[in-house]
């Protein structure tokens, strides 16, 4: 069974420092791998979306993520913190079907 | 273009009530979704439908039925709600398989 776990439901960072969100996953095929953030009482968007083509995916707002096989990794870096980036932020996996399975979600706090 | 469209935005109900929660998409797109996100777990797939004319249970479709009515429209209803079904329920849809989500705005439900 496919699976995503996002250690860390609440991460806190200076605003400027690196922003650093965790996902691994589990799958027994080669997965489709994504991003999203959902701010307050909004749905969520997608930041980035893995598919194969390369190991490294840059998303929007300066946000990338690396997929590591060897690892069962997919996780989220920003070099520098903005206040904007406040949010929660979900990896979703997919085993090439229909369905979608998301993690629990992680709380980005950013501080002054 | 409104994207997708959920309604209501909220609701209440009393234990053994039913309702439908409605999504409507303008983007032509094959597949949709119903998902609730409760706090610490995450977005749970209830229900989707890949294409019109066919529906598939997620991860807890237990007290809940869909119907695609057409390609624009999924439903979801609630035959006799109880309290274990507050949540905010998200509609979502996409082209295909493996391709990005778009998200409703969601529908908050409390059943008291």
């Known amino acids: 069974a496919q699976s995503v776990t996002q250690l860390g439901s609440h991460v806190s960072v200076s605003e400027g420092a690196l922003v650093l969100l965790r996902c691994n996953y589990s799958s027994s095929v080669p997965p489709y791998l994504f991003w999203y953030v959902q701010y307050p009482n909004q749905g969520l968007q997608l930041l980035l979306k893995y598919t194969s083509a390369a190991t490294l995916v840059k998303g929007i707002n300066g946000f990338e993520a690396e997929f590591k096989k060897s690892e069962t990794s997919f996780h989220l870096t920003k070099p520098s913190a903005h206040m904007s980036d406040a949010a929660e932020y979900f990896c979703a996996v997919t085993p090439r079907t229909y369905k979608y399975i998301f993690g629990t979600g992680t709380r980005l706090k950013v501080l002054a | 273009n409104a994207g997708v469209t959920q309604t209501p935005k909220f609701q209440v109900l009393k234990t053994g009530q039913s309702m439908t929660l409605q999504c409507a998409q303008d983007m032509n797109h094959n597949s949709m979704y119903w998902y609730r996100q409760d706090p610490g777990m995450g977005l749970r797939l209830i229900y989707y439908s890949a294409s019109e004319g066919t529906t598939d249970k997620g991860e807890v479709p237990n007290g809940y039925n869909v119907s695609r009515l057409n390609k624009r429209e999924f439903s979801l209803r609630l035959e006799s709600a109880a309290p274990s079904q507050t949540s905010v329920y998200f509609c979502?849809?996409?082209?295909?398989?493996?391709?990005?989500?778009?998200f409703g705005s969601g529908t908050q439900l409390s059943v008291l």
């Open positions: 979502a849809t996409t082209t295909g398989a493996n391709e990005k989500l778009f």
